[in-house]
């Protein structure tokens, strides 16, 4: 089966930086968050949006 080179290499790059901190879920937020706030980069942040429900002959009745 035809494998695409860049889903192996990101696949691989993952189970890398996933086992630099033996799987633990935890662990990796906590270096995720870390990165964030050494990050130069601008963040942002937008509002919830509100759900618009959309309108059915079930809704009509």
């Known amino acids: 089966m035809w494998q695409d080179p860049v889903i192996k290499e990101t696949r691989e790059l993952r189970e890398k930086y996933a086992a630099e ?3 633990d879920p935890d662990a990796i937020f ?22 618009v429900q959309k309108q059915t002959a079930a809704n009509d009745a």
């Open 30 to 51: 906590e270096d995720i968050l870390k990165r964030q706030v050494q990050s130069k980069r601008k963040r942002v942040s937008l509002p919830a949006r509100k759900p």
């Open 21 to 23: 901190f033996k799987h």
